[in-house]
T-cell receptor, first 114, second 115 residues
Framework: AQSVTQPDIHITVSEGASLELRCNYS??????LFWYVQSPGQGLQLLLK??????LVQGIKGFEAEFKRSQSSFNLRKPSVHWSDAAEYFC????????????FGKGTKLTVNP | DAGVIQSPRHEVTEMGQEVTLRCKPISGHDYLFWYRQTMMRGLELLIY????????DSGMPEDRFSAKMPNASFSTLKIQPSEPRDSAVYFCASSKDLDRTYGYTFGSGTRLTVV
C-alpha cells in the first residue's frame, strides 16, 4: 500500500532563511506527488504537483519541489521564507492509474520567527 | 467559481445529538471526498463519491456516520448519535474526473465540537 512520511512534525525557521520540508513516499510505481499548504482555520491549498517530466517543479508562492526517484523523496523548498509562510504543509501521493484516492502525510507545521 | 463550500463553519453540539455537515463541490467536478482531521490521526479519508455514487466508504469509522450525495451539487455527512471523540475538523474536497492530476480542491472545513 502506498504511504507518505513527513519526518518533521514541527520546523522553526527565521524569516529570510531557506526552507526544506521532507517527504518520503512508498509506492511501487511513479506516483503523482503533491504538496498542500493549510493556513490556520483554512482548508488545504495546492502548492504544486509532479506527475512526469522535469523532476524540479515550481509552485505558487515561490515554492519548488524536487522528485528524486532513487530516494523516493519529494522535498519542498523555498530560498527565503516570509512570515506569511507559517502554516502546516502536507505531502500527498496518488496513483497514476486505478484508485483516485490521494494518501496524505501527517503534515509539518512551520513556524517563522521574525 | 466560489470553490468548495462547506457549512456550517463551526458546530457545537451535545453528545447524542444528530449532526449534519454540508458540502457543495465545484461545478463540473465528478469526485467528492470527505476527510476528517485531528491532531492524533491527521487527515483521514472517510468516503468518496464518483458521479454521486459512493465508491469507497471504508474510512467511515462506524455506523453512526453516514454520507449521501443526492445530486452533483450537494453532499451531506451525518453523525447520529454524536460522541465527544467525533470532535474534529471535517473537510470536503472535489476533483475533476479525468483531471485528478490537478489534485483536490478543499473547502474551508467544518470544526465540530461535541460536548
Amino acid at each position: 500500500a502506498q504511504s507518505v512520511t513527513q519526518p518533521d512534525i514541527h520546523i522553526t525557521v527565521s524569516e529570510g532563511a531557506s526552507l526544506e520540508l521532507r517527504c518520503n513516499y512508498s509506492y511501487g510505481a511513479t506516483p503523482y506527488l503533491f504538496w498542500y499548504v493549510q493556513s490556520p482555520g483554512q482548508g488545504l491549498q495546492l502548492l504544486l504537483k509532479y506527475f512526469s517530466g522535469d523532476t524540479l517543479v515550481q509552485g505558487i508562492k515561490g515554492f519548488e519541489a524536487e522528485f528524486k526517484r532513487s530516494q523516493s523523496s519529494f522535498n519542498l523548498r523555498k530560498p527565503s521564507v516570509h512570515w506569511s509562510d507559517a502554516a502546516e504543509y502536507f505531502c500527498a501521493v496518488g496513483p497514476q492509474g486505478g484508485s483516485e484516492k490521494l494518501v496524505f502525510g501527517k503534515g509539518t507545521k512551520l513556524t517563522v520567527n521574525p | 467559481d466560489a470553490g468548495v463550500i462547506q457549512s456550517p463553519r463551526h458546530e457545537v453540539t451535545e453528545m447524542g445529538q444528530e449532526v449534519t455537515l454540508r458540502c457543495k463541490p465545484i461545478s463540473g467536478h465528478d469526485y467528492l471526498f470527505w476527510y476528517r482531521q485531528t491532531m492524533m490521526r491527521g487527515l483521514e479519508l472517510l468516503i468518496y463519491f464518483n458521479n454521486n455514487v459512493p465508491i469507497d466508504d471504508s474510512g467511515m469509522p462506524e455506523d453512526r456516520f453516514s454520507a449521501k450525495m443526492p445530486n452533483a451539487s450537494f453532499s451531506t455527512l451525518k453523525i447520529q448519535p454524536s460522541e465527544p471523540r467525533d470532535s474534529a475538523v471535517y473537510f470536503c474536497a472535489s476533483s475533476k474526473d479525468l483531471d485528478r492530476t490537478y489534485g483536490y480542491t478543499f473547502g474551508s472545513g467544518t470544526r465540530l465540537t461535541v460536548v
